[in-house]
């Protein structure tokens, strides 16, 4: 009976890979054995705290325990779809009260008087049986399509995990900027305050220096306190979205502060061909195509006549338990159905579902395109920050010097007040831009291991196997865990389309 499940068996369609990345300069090409490709994404940022917060986004993040219901859901519908290859059997028991004879008298009912009649109780206990045959494979067609639909659930799982961690990231380094922010401007609040403290007394002693120059000082210190202020708002504002994304309210956490380190770690980058195994939000546009070519089957069907079985025993008799073969009444019966003419309704409904499945290859290849692209742009972002924060680091050592130098010739009077301050404000200024482009390389690194997948690969999906035998348990998520079903390297994960409509 296999062999006559109508539709088109799956082949997974070719996507559009490029053989290397664009802005691959300069960068280790990842090997087995690196720890990005195993494990905890984070990892090789060696933050204690960091690796605390992330490991709470599985067990506690609502959005991923949203997706986590929902692919409960999608496992359910394939134990609804299997029912339907078995027999359904129903059981009934019924008692009935019968009267024969005259109905004497007048009056009411209640009040007539009954002569000669004669009452019998029968007590009837039928059993039922119906089944209708998969001989065209519809119904073996909707368990595939649901079994891939569950495995795209699964993926749409790991997606949303390694999503919520990346926010989490984000906002944690947001947040350590915001720290260093606030540790900037402390020291400028102490300098601006030296600088003060020199303008009033060459003031009081009668220096070249006029109540102006008195007032721009003290102006200067209170804009940078004025900046320090907002900068305490910011970092709780990140504190908060990070108490969010690890499901607790913003008064159940307090993250010590803490400076933004001076650079990003290493990560290994592998191939473009390899976000097709990778990357969860692929193999969830993958496993879609599936479920859409199972389902040209399912429609296909509709062309062939149902068969169906049915089968009844009936046990009757003037005793409450009228079960022996001497009550029993029994039949068996088999009946077909064929659609004769229906208007064209199930050649359109077989052209739906070949253009859904188009559709779902469509989108799969422009998942894979969107992926490519958000991995060539973070690696144009990082090769062009690294160089752009190397160029400030040297800005804000020469311009710090030039402060200094500029400090001390305006107490011993050979420059004017305002060439201090040009100076302390430029100062302020590239030490800013610097600090924002550190956040920008290390925000650009969380995104480029998100685009690369994270830890993640599809040999964590639940297999279409173990789905069909319905195991009771989640998709191995953590990249800790062993393999569900080991992928050879090159080998595809699972089969692709039905011929391309002419």
Known sequence: MAACSVGPDYLREAAPVSTNFKELKGWKRATPSDGLDRGNWWAPYKDRRLDQLLRQVEVSNQTVAAQAAAYEDARAVIR????????????????????????????????????????????????????????????????????????????????????????????????????????????????????????QNQFKAGYAVTNADVATATAQLLTAQGQLAAAHVTRAQFEHAIAMLTGRPPAELTVASGLLPGNIPKIPVTVPSALLERRPDIAAAERTMQQQNALIGVAEAAYFPDISLSAIMEFIGPIPLPFSAARSISSLSANATQTLFNGGLTAAQVDAARAVYWQSVATYRQTVLTALQQVEDQLAAIHYYSQQLNLQQRAVSEQRQAVEVYLNQFQQGLVAFTTVVTAELTLLADQQAELTTRQNLFLASVSLIEALGGGWDTTLLPTQRQLQEDFSLLPQLEPTSPPVEAVPPGATLLPAPPPRPQ
Do not use: H
């Not at 891939?148 to 961690?165: P, V």
């Not at 926010?167 to 300098?191: H, K, W």
């Open 80 to 199: 609804e779809a299997q029912a339907q290859l078995f027999p359904v059997a129903t059981a009934g028991y019924s008692v009935t009260r019968t009267r024969t004879g005259p109905l004497a008298g007048s009056g009411s009912i209640t009040t007539a008087r009954r002569t000669g009649a004669t009452y019998t109780t029968t007590y009837t206990a039928p059993l039922n049986g119906t089944w209708d045959v998969d001989v065209w494979g519809k119904v073996r067609r909707q368990i595939e399509s649901d079994t891939a639909a569950a495995q795209a659930s699964a993926a749409d799982l790991a997606n949303a995990k390694l999503s919520a961690q990346a926010q989490l990231a984000t906002a944690y380094f947001d947040m350590r900027t915001a720290d260093s922010l606030i540790d900037l401007l402390t020291r400028t609040v102490a300098l601006d305050k030296r600088t003060l403290n020199i303008v």
